[in-house]
């Protein structure tokens, strides 16, 4: 039976949740986190993070006028109650679903997003800029960007607050530092939610502001008397708040207090808002709140798929195939058996990149450098000058961030850095900021890099046992999810660079495949030679750079009807790099389709579901066949009826 939604179901806009009283608030934050668990039981989302900004959400949008105020939410994976009392309420089972709404912000979904997110630490510097062009605009709009203290970790945060603090110029943003307990700081306690809550009101804040001018005044010693008591409060301030470090930057800081505590919310909320200068709220929150399988383990609920809502039990269908993330996780451990010089980093994901494991076997070898991908990369490359093999665990997705340190810091010397990038293609759900389908394409022009994909989660385990002996940059994309079910080799193989190999031989069409595409392939290849009488030869590339060229120019010589296919952007991809080979080989009569995503982002949905609309299952490479053969098709076809008349003497 579903919950009750007596209350939330009156909530069209913030503006209906204005008029409700205080005292029913708590009743509606009940009432939200139900509906999020149920929808989310079914969907998969983010979770534990949603949860535990139920009551911000809501004092925000009871506090600030929205959408004119602009409230940026960092990463976008705890809105799940901003959407649903911002106009989404009836649209919320969609959540993630193809065509629905998406898991995080989106400004092409509502107006109530002023920002699109899905990467983290983004919040102070867009903030900043739409509070500057406000400025400029004459416009008294406020600004608030909430970021968690897992985005504090990356350096882009920072440089956000740098920017913010410029005394030169004024800038009214207001920053909330959702901390969920399990990362910066920890609840100091009652006192530190009575000094804020002190500190905030405004007359209190104007009679400070006004003594400051007093002392500063007095002739000869003003301003050694304002500094003086400036550091003392200041002083106790840190004493009992890590407040110091974001007054460095000229934030006025206030808290910690508690995020789920709506009265202070709304009471410090209401202070801070009539301030002209850049504020920083720290409120603690718990993530997972009031779902008590969250709550006990907020790691795993934090991203989740469909589960049931009494136990917390995934409700996916048991398997004993293995998720391409938890092969890498267990050969980076069997391989480091061995090898002293292997070492792990990781951008805050253990989890997610299937490090765990190597964590526990190897802790003195494990790093997690937190949200800093850039950080990570050049702190690999240090350890690469050392004799180590660093082997860098990142989605490919947010590799994207750390693009010139792969290129600087890493291929210039040709360090040998190795490169795992987890969820390259199609990934689902969480849409256009997290599908992998741009890696080959920036890595592969990038002088001394080695890129491969293996077609099966075997195939995976002997790229990295290959990558952590190359005396050089490579880097290893594998898709997410399940593998194919294939056995596991006992032992490793060493693969020779730029190698491919022949998956099927035919006369008439030449398929060149990568990665996971490949089974496609050779799935497609059947269904042309069983139905359609036409006979491919394909190819497991293996390879995107360097291109076994002692493999493909023959073939491509002699077959002429080429079919390239990649989970990845057509655009300098794989299919990219078969064409230049075969024009800088004089090959001109080649004809060649490249299959792949095109000039496009892809939204969220079933990753079953968008292969099949961007035609990239075996469907479409036999399409794409038929078109190629068409020519050849028509000619039996005639072929056959002069044969047939010929027979019947017609």
């Not at 989404?88 to 699109?116: A, I, M, N, V």
């Not at 609920?301 to 996780?329: A, L, M, Q, W």
């Not at 022949?502 to 060149?512: A, Y």
């Not at 479409?620 to 003497?649: C, F, M, P, W």
């Amino acid at each position: 039976m579903s919950p009750s939604t007596m209350i939330l179901d009156t909530i069209n806009s913030p503006d209906d949740l204005k008029k409700l009283k205080r005292v029913v608030l708590p009743d509606l934050a009940e009432e939200i986190r139900n509906t999020i668990v149920n929808v989310v039981s079914d969907s998969g989302g983010h979770l534990a993070s949603s949860l535990g900004a139920v009551e911000l959400g809501i004092a925000l949008h009871y506090v600030f006028d929205t959408p004119r105020d602009k409230i940026l939410w960092d990463v976008g994976h705890q809105t799940y109650a901003h959407k649903l009392l911002t106009g989404r309420r009836q649209l919320f089972p969609t959540l993630r679903r193809h065509g629905g709404l998406s898991g995080f912000t989106k400004r092409s979904e509502s107006p109530y997003d002023p920002f699109t997110t899905g990467h983290s630490s983004t919040s102070i510097s867009a903030g900043l800029g739409i509070a500057c062009a406000k400025r400029l605009k004459e416009d008294s709009a406020k600004v608030v960007a909430v970021i968690g203290d897992g985005s504090m970790t990356a350096g882009l945060a920072y440089e956000g607050l740098n920017q913010t603090g410029d005394t030169h110029k004024d800038k009214d943003l207001i920053v909330i530092l959702n901390d969920n307990e399990m990362s910066i700081s920890h609840n100091v306690g009652a006192i530190s939610s009575l000094l804020s809550r002190t500190f905030s009101a405004s007359k209190l804040q104007s009679l400070r502001k006004e003594f400051g001018e007093f002392l500063k005044s007095l002739p000869r010693i003003g301003e050694n008397v304002y500094q003086f008591a400036k550091r003392s409060e200041e002083s106790f301030k840190t004493f009992v708040t890590p407040g110091m470090l974001f007054e460095a930057f000229n934030f006025e800081y206030f808290g910690p207090i508690d995020g789920h505590n709506l009265d202070h919310l709304i009471d410090i909320l209401k202070n801070i808002k009539t301030m002209d200068e850049p504020v920083l709220l720290h409120v603690i929150t718990k993530k997972g709140k009031g779902y008590r399988q969250a709550e006990d383990n907020p790691v795993y609920f934090h991203g989740v798929g469909s589960f049931d809502v009494d136990t917390g039990i995934c409700r996916k269908k048991t398997t004993n195939v293995p998720t391409y993330t938890e092969v890498f996780g267990n050969t980076m451990v069997a391989l480091a058996e061995t090898n002293p010089h292997i070492i792990a980093v990781t951008a805050a994901m253990p989890e997610g990149t299937g490090l765990v494991p190597f964590a526990k076997a190897y802790p003195e070898r494990f790093f997690d450098v937190g949200i800093a991908e850039q950080h990570g990369v050049t702190f690999a490359a240090g350890m690469a000058t050392e004799g180590f093999r660093p082997v860098v665990a990142i989605y490919s997705t947010f590799l994207q961030r750390a693009y010139d340190q792969i290129l600087h810091d890493v291929c210039i010397e040709r360090l040998p850095v190795v490169f795992a990038l987890d969820r390259g293609g199609i990934v689902g759900e969480d849409g256009p900021t997290h599908h992998g389908l741009f890696d080959v394409s920036f890595l592969r022009t990038i002088p001394n890099m080695v890129v491969m994909a293996p077609r099966d989660e075997n195939e995976l385990r002997h790229m990295l046992a290959t990558a952590v002996q190359h005396d050089g940059p490579i880097a290893i994309r594998y898709p997410r999810g399940r593998g194919t079910g294939v056995d596991l080799d006992d032992g490793f193989r060493i693969l020779p660079i730029g190698k491919g190999e022949i998956m099927e031989h035919g006369d008439d069409l030449l398929i060149l495949a990568i990665g996971s595409s490949v089974d496609e392939a050779v799935c497609a290849a059947a269904l042309l030679r069983q139905n359609h009488h036409i006979r491919a030869t394909v190819v497991n590339a293996r390879f995107v750079k360097p291109l076994d060229d002692e493999l493909i120019l023959p073939l491509a010589r002699s077959i002429r009807k080429i079919i390239t296919v990649e989970e990845n952007t057509i655009q300098g991809g794989f299919g990219s790099a078969i064409l230049e080979l075969i024009s800088d080989h004089g090959i001109q009569d080649a004809e060649i389709r490249r299959l792949g995503i095109q000039d496009l982002f892809v939204e969220h949905g079933p990753q079953d579901l968008l292969r099949r609309k961007y035609k990239l299952d075996a469907t479409a490479i036999v399409q794409a066949a038929l078109g190629l053969t068409a020519d050849r098709e028509a000619a039996l076809h005639s072929d056959l009826q002069k044969a047939n008349r010929y027979a019947t003497g017609r």
